[in-house]
Structures are given as C-alpha cells and as structure tokens.
C-alpha cells in the first residue's frame, strides 16, 4: 500500500506504461455497436444499468462452497429508454460480453483485492462485473462523458472504485493471461464461442425487399444514386456495395460495416428494405411456393414480426389469410396493427391463445392449407445470439450455452421434445396439406430426429392421408446445397456468409373429392418463378375459344395440307415439261418421248378439289395418302397405298434448288450436268444428274442397270 504522496506519484508513472502493455494484448470483444467508434469510450449510465440487470438474470450461479462474489436479488432502477430499440441492443451485448468472461472477471477482482477488502453492496455486483468488463476493454481508459447525459449515483461510485484500482486490476489481468498461456483474455474463451464471434464481426448484411412499397428496380436505382453499385458477392469489398440473395429473389446482401451508413437511408427508414436473418426468409418463401391462389396460412411461433409482414407481403397478391398464433397478451395488438399498416400488410389475424391448445377443427382455421412451424430452438447455428435473442424473442437464458458454445443433454431433450409435440400438433391438422419446419440449430436431436419421429408416430386412424418427407422447393445453388439435401432436408451450414439453418417440407396427397382449379396450378408454378412475364387473367370464355379453337386445328390443318400439296404438285409438274423442253434442244443423244411429257402435261391439267393429282415428282412424305389414280406407267418409286390408311399431313416448307441455268453456249450446255427427272420409257424415272458420257468418246455402253442408292433417294436437292 501506497503511504507517501512521492510513493503515489512514481506508482502512476509506472502502472501508466504497464497498462499500456498489458492493454496492448488485450483484444476487445469482437461485438461492435454502431455508436462506438475505434477508440472506444464507454456507455452512458443508464445503459450500464440496464446491462447489469440482464447480466443479473443470465449469470452462472456457483455452489455455495465455490461463491466468491455475492449479488444481490434486487436489480437497480432503470431509466425509460430502456424500451428504445439501439439501447436494449447495445445493454444485452455489454451483459453478453461480461457473461462469456464471468469466472475471469470474477479471479481479477479477488486476485486486485477489490473483494472481499472493499465494502460494497451486493446489489451492486453485477454492475462492477459488467464495468469491469468495459473498462479493461478501454484499455483501462478513462470514459468520456458528454455534458447532456444524466449521471447515475450508483453508476459513479462503481466508476471511482475501479479507476482507483486501475493499476492492480492491470496486473491481475495481466497474471490470468499467463496463467493460461494465451496472448489474451480472448483466447481463453472455448474455440467454438471464438469461431462464433469471428463470424460475427464478417457475417454480411441480409435485407428484403417490401414490394408492397417499392420494387426491386426502384431499390437499385436509389441505392446507385446512394453510391453503392451491384455485385455478384459482397465477400472481402470494403466499398458500398450489395447484391441479391440467390435462394430469394427479393433479398439484398450488404457487408456487415455498412450497417450504420444503411440505417440513415430513407429504404430503411421508410419500412421499404427490413434487415433480417436470411434463415426467415428461406421458410417464407417455402411456404409461398406451396401455396394455392386462397389458401390461409398458419404461422406458428413466429419470434420476429418482420417474419409476419414478410409471408404477408409475398401473399400480397392472392387472397390468403394469416393466422399468427402465440401472442398472449393483448396489449400489444395495438402497436402491431400499427407496425402492419406502417409496412402495408392487410391479411393478418392475430390469435392469443397458444398454438398447443388451438383445436383443429376451429372453424376460423378451415381454409389453412399450410402450416409455418418455427419453433424455439437452441439457436446455435447463429452467430450474434443478441441479434438471435432480440429479434425472434427467445428467452434470454439462451445466452448462457451461445457464452459456453453448446448446450446440455437434459435442455436439448427438453427442447426437442416440445418441437415434437408443436410438429405433432400441427399435422393433426385435417384440412392442412403440408407443414413448414424450420429452424436455427445444428443439432441433429432438434431437426432430423424431430421430424423423422413425427413422421414414423402418424396416427394410423386418421382418415385423411398420412404425411411424408418433401423435397426442397428452394433453388440448390452449389454442389455443397445438393449434397446436403440428398435426405431431402435443406441444410445450411454455419459459415462466413451466413448462419445455420434447418429446413424440412412435409406434404400429403389431396383428398381426391377436392378439386384443384386451373389458377391453382398457375399460382404454384408462378411461386416457382416458372411462369414470368405471363399474364394469369384469363376469362373463362377466353379458354372456351382456346379450347374450341385447338378442336378445329386438326381439321383447318388438313385443309391446308392439301392446298400445299396442290400448288407444289402443279409447280414440279411445270418445271418438269420446261426442263424436258429444254433437253430435247440441248441434246439429241437422249431424246425425251412425247408420250411421257404429254402424260406429265395432262396429269398438270386434270385436278379435284379435295384430292390434288399425284405427281410422280413429288417428294414421298408430300404425297396425299388418298388412292392415286391409275397411270399408263407406274414407276417403281410409287408404292400405292391402302385405301383405308389415312396419314394427317402437316405443312412443310420446301425451298427447291433451280433446275435450269441460262448458258451462253452450246458448249456449256452439253458439258453441264442437269439436276431434273424426266420420263425415259419403258425405265423407271431416272435422275439426269450425274454424267452422261459419250459413247463415241469413251467407247463405254450406257448402263442400263442403275446404282441402287439412287433407288433410295428419289429427292437429290434434300
């Protein structure tokens, strides 16, 4: 103990340059608030209150023969801004922060002698274990206080204290360091809490878009004005940028440090973009992609009331109805209907009673068709359990095992029979055809096992159709996503991107007395993104013309085919009496009979109505499948068919090659090969597009016997 004030002022001098090293090891906690700059300098008062009240509730008590520090039952006056939301945030971080280092903040304490030499309340010991904690977090820095703020009593005290043991409270910090070989206090905590709050500090942003306010185009555009710009992934850019999730499309990703810059703009400010864990969004929108045009929904302890607003948001359009269960007291519908209308739902029905108590023949709930089950987990697939602890409305004794990282054998058999009980409960459910699951742990025992039990314990009794295991209606963006949904459960696993997330689809057959109406099947496959850009209002007797109209296509097709054939039969017949014109003046070796060409020719000039003349140039699959009339001459090509087979001719396109190109000489003439058929009797038509060498030249007989390939073929331009 210090005596003179000599003595008191080389103790300053020197417990300053120790606490500046010590400190120099010390990592602060890696929960940062958005009023907290990178220099840290403290909390105002009544957040310090507010923090050791929490911290008094969710501290590990100790048997009584390891008590060191006594706390009192009694919890300090807290101020009326406890209710704002930042302020409750920023109280439940510091309370968290000081329960993850209980036992090492407690050794600090006896080891500097502050207990038991000290004669302080007991009530007032959750509040020095939560200054403690923010005061070596400043590097042992005195707080800066602004001139507008109230000044706590209790609060002052407990800050004069500490700063007079400043320099012990280094020391013994400094000793627990060493003691367990880490370079500092941070390295103490378990490797999973650690691992945990290093996602945390990187965990990017998620946000979705209210379209009932905005469109997604209009959220770009502002946003560019704003200086951000778009890319594919918001990982490792410190810049302002943003991107859109790939399983929902009316979500946006931000990097986790644009949260204060995020929260001053007008889309935030305005309820048009609303931060939320994407795992919410993935159940939302599962349950969209099963539902009908009318069909109500069941929501099932819901946590967060932007998971309402957002399945009301995306039901926007149909008429459904959503029923949210678990809201026992009535003094908050008033604040809710008024959140609601702020955000532009309309759908909502709020129930008070417990969702394990409502009957499932409650004829308020006939029309539920789907059921939206989240039910209180573990939530250790999270990596902020505040943001967790805050926003679903979980009981704050979770902190306990996120500051331990893992949770109890006898609390996670607790809670995963509850899950089996509200998923049992809700598949009694007659009239409803599929149930939603999901949650946010990573134990097995609270997701597969719960379902896969629920699912092997149906009723057998029941009269309805008995449930079964459904694959995910979510898009698989990665090989990763494929492998682990091959049991048909969508898994996402703790990451740098994202929490983790359990999500199962159990769904029954129809009963096949019900009927599912066309606008049904149109409204599902438009919730599956199938159907975009196409317009859904059809009236009935829009379909009645469309359903007349593809009875007499067949008919009108026929027709058509028929004209065609006609038409081509008359073009090929004429093209065929100019080339063997042609050939009989080019050359006098092959002369054409006039027989045959006066045949061709008549066969152009005779033709019914209904039944085109059949050609003998026509290509085989143009023929009409009506009985040819007898010819003088049938080629071999031509196989007459059945007179009671009837094939329906479709209309075909045909682009024919010129037959015929105009020569300047004789000598061109002779020595061009031409591309036609022409009648030689008695022979079958023969194709004149290969060479026809002279005999006096090459003093080769002309072959009488053809190749058979050109038998084969009787269409050379195809």
Known sequence: MLNSPSELEFSNHTSSEEISQHASLELSSREKSSSCSAEKTGYPDSIYVMAANIFQGIRFEKSPEKVLIKYGNEPLPSSSESEDESFQRLSYELAFSALKYQDILESILIDSYIFPSTTIPDHLSSLIIVMLYDFQDRKFQARLLSDNEDSISEVQEVETLLNSFKTKLAASLARCRIKHDALSIYHIL??????????????????????????????????????????????????????????????????????????????????????????????????????????????????????????????????????????????KDPDLKSLFTKMGCKNIEIL?????????????????????????????????????????????????????????????????????????????????????????????????????????????????????????????????????????????????????????????????????????????????????????????????????????????????????????????????????????????????????????????QIRKPTKPATNALMPAFMKNPSPSRPCERQTNFVRPRPEDKMIALKPVEIVLPPVMMPFSSPQEMKSTQHCCYRWVAPKPLVPTCIPIPSVSRRGEKPKENLPSSLLRHPRPWL
């Open 190 to 331: 378990p490797e999973t809490v650690r691992k945990q709050e290093l996602r945390a500090s990187t965990l990017p942003l998620y946000a979705w878009i209210n379209t009932c306010k905005v469109s997604p185009e209009e959220v770009y555009s502002n946003l560019k004005k704003k200086g951000y710009h778009k890319v594919k992934s918001v990982l490792h850019i410190d810049d302002k940028v943003f991107a859109v999730d790939k399983h929902c499309y009316d979500v946006l990703i931000f990097p986790s440090h644009l949260k204060h810059d995020l929260l001053s703009i007008d889309l935030f400010k305005d309820y048009k973009l609303i931060f939320q864990d994407k795992s919410r969004s993935l159940a939302v929108h599962s349950v969209k992609a099963l539902l009908n045009m009318d069909d109500d929904i069941l929501m099932v302890n819901t946590g967060s009331w932007y998971t309402v607003a957002h399945m009301s948001i995306l039901t926007n359009n149909n008429t459904s109805k959503i029923f949210v269960c678990g809201v026992e007291s009535q003094a």
């Open 352 to 604: 008070h009673e417990p969702f394990i108590k409502i009957e499932s023949k409650d004829h308020r709930l006939q029309k539920v068709k789907v059921i939206l089950l989240l039910p209180r987990c573990s939530g250790l697939g999270v990596s902020n359990p505040v943001e967790f602890i805050l926003n679903e409305h979980e009981d704050t004794d979770l902190l306990k095992d996120f500051s331990q990282g893992g949770i109890s054998e006898d609390k996670l058999h607790v809670l995963a029979q509850q899950q089996y009980e509200q998923l049992t409960h809700a598949m009694k459910f007659t009239k409803a055809q599929a149930v939603v699951y999901c949650t946010c742990s990573v134990y097995p025992e609270e997701n597969e096992a719960v379902v896969k039990k629920a699912l092997e314990f149906q009723d057998p009794g029941n009269k309805v159709q008995p449930y079964r295991l459904s694959p995910p209606v979510l898009p698989l963006c990665s090989l990763k996503e494929i492998h682990l949904s091959t049991d048909k459960f969508f898994r996402m696993e703790p990451s740098e991107i994202t929490n983790g997330c359990f999500l199962s689809i159990l769904t029954r057959e129809r009963d096949p007395s019900e009927t599912v109406s066309v606008k049904d099947v149109l409204a599902r496959a438009a919730a599956k993104g199938l159907l975009d850009g196409i317009d859904l209002g059809k009236s009935s007797k829009r379909e009645k013309k469309k359903k007349k109209s593809k009875t007499s296509l067949p008919k009108a097709s026929t027709n058509d085919n028929n004209c065609i054939q006609m038409r081509i039969a008359e073009f090929l017949n004429r093209e065929t009496e100019a080339n063997a014109n042609q050939s009989e003046t080019a050359t006098t070796k092959t002369p054409l009979p006039q027989k045959n060409t006066a045949q061709v020719g008549a066969s152009s």
